[in-house]
C-alpha cells in the first residue's frame, strides 16, 4: 500500500494567517483526497485534487478558502486561508489505494489550532 | 450522496469482554471499509468488505457485510486497552464514484 509523509503535524496559528499543508506519496496516484476532521466529528472531504486539472470541491468549500495545489502525482497541497478558530481541525490527505481494493490510505493528519 | 449510520456513538467496555460497532447505509454498499483511528492520529485500515455475505477477520477483529450490502458490523472478541480508539466505517459514495464518505464514528474506551 502507499505510504504517505503529511506535514505539519500539527500548528498553532493566529487567526487570519495561512496554513500550507503538505502530503507526499511514495507511488504514483491518479487522485489525492483532502479531509476535514472537527473536533468529535467523523471526516468530511473538502476536495479531490487530480494532477493537471483544478481540483473538485465539495459543497461548503470553496477555492479561495482552501487552495490545493498538484503539481505532480506524488504531492499535493492544501492551504488554510485567513483563518479563524471555526477552522481548528484535523486534516488528512488520502490517496485511493489499489492494493485496499480502492480503499483509502491516509496521511497521519495535521492538528491546526487558531487562536 | 452515500449516508453511514454508525452506532453506538461511543462505548466503554471493560478488558476481556466483546463488543460490536455497526454500520448501516441507506444505498447498496460498494464496499465497506472499517478504520481505526487513534486519537489526533491519521487512519488505520482495519479491512474491507465487497461481497453480500462476506466476513473478514484480523486477529480479535471480524468485519461482516450483510447479503443486501447495506449494513456492516465489526465485532471485537476478548477485548484489550490496545483496542481504544476510533472506529470508523467508509463506502466509496457510489458504483462509478471514487470519492470516500464515513460514518460519525464509534469511540471506544476498554477499561483494564
Known amino acids: 500500500s502507499a505510504v504517505i509523509s503529511q506535514k505539519p503535524s500539527r500548528d498553532i496559528c493566529q487567526r487570519g494567517t495561512s496554513l500550507t499543508i503538505q502530503c507526499q506519496v511514495d507511488?504514483?496516484?491518479?487522485?489525492m483526497f483532502w479531509y476535514r476532521q472537527q473536533p468529535g466529528q467523523s471526516l468530511t472531504l473538502i476536495a479531490t485534487?487530480?494532477?493537471?486539472?483544478?481540483?473538485?470541491?465539495e459543497s461548503g468549500f470553496v477555492i479561495d478558502k482552501f487552495p490545493i495545489s498538484r503539481p505532480n502525482l506524488t504531492f499535493s497541497t492544501l492551504t488554510v486561508s485567513n483563518m479563524s478558530p471555526e477552522d481548528s481541525s484535523i486534516y488528512l490527505c488520502?490517496?485511493?489505494?489499489?492494493?485496499?481494493?480502492?480503499?483509502?490510505?491516509f496521511g497521519s493528519g495535521t492538528r491546526l489550532t487558531v487562536v | 450522496s452515500q449516508e453511514l449510520e454508525q452506532s453506538p456513538q461511543s462505548l466503554i467496555v471493560q478488558e476481556g469482554k466483546n463488543l460490536t460497532i455497526n454500520c448501516t447505509s441507506s444505498?447498496?454498499?460498494?464496499?465497506l471499509y472499517w478504520y481505526k483511528q487513534k486519537y489526533g492520529e491519521g487512519l488505520i485500515f482495519l479491512m474491507m468488505?465487497?461481497?453480500?455475505?462476506e466476513e473478514k477477520s484480523h486477529e480479535k477483529i471480524t468485519a461482516k457485510l450483510d447479503e443486501k450490502k447495506q449494513q456492516s458490523s465489526l465485532h471485537i472478541t476478548a477485548s484489550q486497552p490496545s483496542h481504544a480508539g476510533i472506529y470508523l466505517c467508509?463506502?466509496?459514495?457510489?458504483?462509478?464514484?471514487?470519492?470516500?464518505?464515513f460514518g460519525a464514528g464509534t469511540r471506544l474506551t476498554v477499561k483494564p
Open positions: 488520502s490517496v485511493g489505494d489499489r492494493g485496499l481494493g480502492y480503499g483509502y490510505t
Open positions: 507511488s504514483q496516484v491518479t487522485m
Open positions: 485534487a487530480n494532477q493537471g486539472s483544478e481540483a473538485t470541491y
Open positions: 444505498k447498496t454498499l460498494y464496499g
Open positions: 468488505l465487497q461481497k453480500g455475505g
Open positions: 467508509g463506502a466509496l459514495n457510489g458504483y462509478n464514484n471514487n470519492d470516500m464518505r
